[in-house]
């Protein structure tokens, strides 16, 4: 016999497929689709706020900053619209 089993008294309990309750599941579920929406809200702004950004740059004639920053806009934009995808195949 081996420890786990003396200390359960020789039954471990089945944890069952791991589903959440309903209820909980929900609330989950509500926070993670807020959490999608404000992300996708912050590419849209992030995206919007760099191209006024590119145009002053443009007219003072510096644009070579705000080329990277759009980059990295960018990229966090591809990040956060495939983050569903990179979990699911993190997971499984």
């Not at 008294?9 to 926070?31: H, K, M, W, Y």
């Not at 702004?45 to 644009?63: E, S």
Request: net charge negative.
């Amino acid at each position: 016999m081996n420890a786990l089993a003396v200390l359960t008294g020789g039954a471990v309990p089945d944890p069952g497929l791991g589903e959440a309750p309903p209820e909980i599941a929900e609330r989950v579920n509500t926070v993670l689709s807020l959490i999608a929406w404000l992300g996708v809200a912050a590419c849209i702004a992030g995206v919007f706020f760099t191209a006024i950004a590119m145009v002053i740059a443009y007219r003072r004639g510096d644009l070579g900053d705000q080329m990277g920053r759009f980059g990295m806009v960018l990229a966090a934009c591809i990040l956060i619209g495939s983050a569903s995808a990179l979990v699911t195949w993190a997971i499984g």
